[in-house]
């Protein structure tokens, strides 16, 4: 190797080493977390989360701040710890199982199956900041008795005002969301009428 190539090599080692050692970090992982909310006399029944439809947009590692003014702005090296869909499964199930302590919850794709006797499906349209700074959840839920069709729908926009701009607010913003969605999917459990 000619002198002029081995200090190009040498050059372009130390360039990439250089590169490597001001990369982020590890990145940090975030959870959504079950928060508890009103408890409902209903009768025992099964109940089934058969599906949760998540945006594309949302369908990533990091969390996404917002999607204003034409952009997905997320936020770099803030990661969900699971893909977003099955936690937001896992806590609504948990979730639905507390607010309805008399029934069995589970989800359609776990391990756990037995004939439903009520089944819910979400329909999530947006989970994010929006431009007065919220955090906005709009979503549709159906409940249907048995296999049949729908009995009870109802759509969801639940703002909440983050603590901060920090993201474990946004993400305690999205849990307290997700909880308030789960008391009102609870009550059309329970009451099975559409709404």
Not at 6 to 27: E, H, K, Y
Not at 90 to 106: A, D, F, K, N, T
Not at 157 to 162: D, E, L, M
């Amino acid at each position: 190797m000619r002198t002029l190539e081995r200090r190009q090599f040498i050059a372009s080692v130390c360039g990439t080493l250089s590169l490597a050692s001001c990369a982020s970090p590890d990145p940090k992982l975030y959870t959504i977390a079950p928060v508890p909310g009103p408890t409902l006399s209903a009768p025992p029944t099964v109940v089934v989360l058969r599906t949760i439809g998540v945006p594309r947009y949302l369908v990533r590692r990091q969390i996404v701040r917002s999607s204003e003014n034409y952009q997905i702005d997320v936020i770099a090296n803030n990661w969900w710890g699971e893909p977003l869909d099955a936690m937001l499964g896992r806590v609504l199930v948990q979730e639905l199982g507390e607010r309805l302590p008399h029934s069995h919850v589970y989800e359609a794709t776990g391990a756990v199956t037995a004939a439903p006797d009520a089944s819910i499906e979400v329909e999530l349209q947006r989970l994010d900041i929006d431009a007065n700074g919220q955090l906005l959840l709009i979503a549709q839920a159906a409940v249907s008795s048995g296999g049949r069709r729908p009995v009870a729908r109802r759509g969801f926009r639940i703002s909440v005002t983050p603590s901060s701009t920090a993201v474990a607010s946004q993400v305690a913003a999205t849990s307290t969301a997700l909880g308030q969605m789960a008391d009102g999917i609870a009550e059309m459990v329970a009451g099975r009428t559409t709404t």
